[in-house]
C-alpha cells in the first residue's frame, strides 16, 4: 500500500516512515525537504499519486493564532482537494488530546489545530484523528515556552505523557486501519503534575533552572484548567513509562 506522511521528515513523521516500509508498505515521506510543500502544494499531486493513504502528521512553524491558522487551513484544504483528486480513501491527522479544552480556553495554537479537525469532520473525504498527549520528548519545549528570567513558570495542571515511539506505532495503526470517521485518544501511562515533571526532566539534563508552578500560568496561549491535558477514560494507554524513557541513551530519547 502506498502510504503519503505529510511531515515525514519530523520527529513522529520519520518514525512513521520507518515503521511502514519495515512493515512492507510503501511510506513516502512528504515535507520540504523531499520537495513537497501541502502549504503550497508544490510536488503535492506527484507525491498524491496513487496514494491510498495520507497521513497528516505535519506542525505549524507558527505558534501564533493567525499564522498557525492559515498553514492548517491551507494545508489541510490542499490535502483533502489533491487527495480526493488522487483517489485517496483516507485521511489520518494527528492531533492534540484536549484540543477542545484548549482552543475554548484561548490556546492560540489550539484554535487552528481545533480548525483542521473541524475541516476533516466537513469534508467527504474519510478520516480518523488520532488524538495524543504530550510527547516525552517535548517536555524541554514546554519547559522553554513558559521560562522567565532563568525561572520555569508552568501552569498548575496534571499531565499524562507519551513516548514518540508510541505515538507512531498509534498512527501507523490508524493508518492501516479502516476510516473511524472519529477522533480515538492515546496517553501514556502514568499521571504526573507538570511543574514536578518539567523539574525532573531538566535535572535529568543538568538545567539549573528552577521550576515554580504558577496558578496564573498558560500553556501555549490557554489557560488551563487541572485536567485539561489529560485523556477520557477510554483513551489507549501506550507501554513507555517515562521513568524507562529517561534511562535510555539521549540520542534515542530525541531522535
Do not use: C
Amino acid at each position: 500500500m502506498k502510504i503519503v506522511v505529510v511531515g515525514g521528515t519530523g520527529l513522529i513523521g520519520s518514525r512513521v516512515v520507518s515503521l511502514l516500509q519495515r512493515a512492507g508498505h510503501s511510506a513516502v515521506a512528504a515535507a520540504r525537504a523531499t520537495g513537497v510543500n501541502s502549504y503550497t502544494a508544490d510536488g503535492l499531486p506527484e507525491a498524491l499519486d496513487g496514494a491510498e493513504v495520507v497521513v497528516d502528521v505535519s506542525t505549524s512553524p507558527y505558534t501564533d493564532y493567525d499564522g498557525a491558522l492559515d498553514f492548517f487551513e491551507t494545508s489541510t484544504l490542499n490535502l483533502l482537494t489533491y487527495g480526493r483528486a488522487a483517489g485517496v480513501g483516507h485521511h489520518v491527522a494527528l492531533s492534540v488530546v484536549g484540543t477542545d479544552r484548549l482552543a475554548a480556553a484561548k490556546g492560540r495554537y489550539f484554535l487552528a489545530k481545533a480548525r483542521q479537525e473541524e475541516l476533516l469532520r466537513e469534508a467527504t473525504l474519510p478520516y480518523s484523528i488520532v488524538h495524543t498527549t504530550q510527547f516525552f520528548e517535548f517536555l524541554v519545549s514546554i519547559a522553554d515556552s513558559v521560562t522567565d528570567g532563568g525561572r520555569v513558570r508552568p501552569a498548575r495542571a496534571r499531565i499524562q505523557p507519551i513516548a514518540a515511539d508510541d505515538v507512531a506505532d498509534a498512527v501507523m495503526a490508524a493508518a492501516l486501519g479502516e476510516p473511524t470517521l472519529a477522533t480515538a485518544e492515546h496517553a501514556g501511562p502514568d499521571v504526573f503534575d507538570l511543574d514536578q515533571l518539567l523539574a525532573a526532566e531538566l535535572d535529568l539534563r543538568g538545567d539549573p533552572r528552577e521550576v515554580v508552578a504558577d496558578p496564573l500560568g498558560d500553556y501555549f496561549g490557554a489557560r488551563l484548567e487541572e485536567d485539561d491535558l489529560l485523556p477520557g477514560p477510554d483513551a489507549v494507554i501506550a507501554p513507555s513509562r517515562f521513568a524507562d524513557w529517561v534511562r535510555r541513551p539521549e540520542g534515542a530519547r530525541i531522535g
